[in-house]
């Protein structure tokens, strides 16, 4: 199991990118979160599988076709999803 925080600043607010990390970490079967910050930046935590974490931040590099990820902050967490699933919060 593997618990990674991140933070993804660009443009990543009204441009669906929540929306598009929750369906794809869902289809890796990963928990956690995602959630805008007032600041206009993303912060997420994944936690799952070592190999379906490492795909999912590939994706969240990516994004959705209207995003624009100018920069990708990750952290190892000690941190457990209190959530069963993933959600956005």
Not at 1 to 20: A, I, T
Request: charged fraction near 25%; hydrophobic fraction near 40%.
């Amino acid at each position: 199991m593997r618990s990674v925080k991140g933070l993804v600043s660009g443009r990543v607010q009204g441009v669906g990118f929540r929306y598009f990390v929750l369906r794809q970490a869902r289809l890796l079967g990963l928990r956690g979160y995602v959630r805008n910050l007032p600041d206009g930046r993303v912060e997420f935590l994944l936690q799952g599988a070592p190999d379906a974490v490492a795909r999912m931040i590939d994706q969240i590099r990516s994004g959705p076709a209207h995003a624009r990820v100018d920069d990708l902050s990750l952290t190892d967490s000690d941190a457990s999803a209190d959530e069963s699933e993933f959600v956005i919060r």
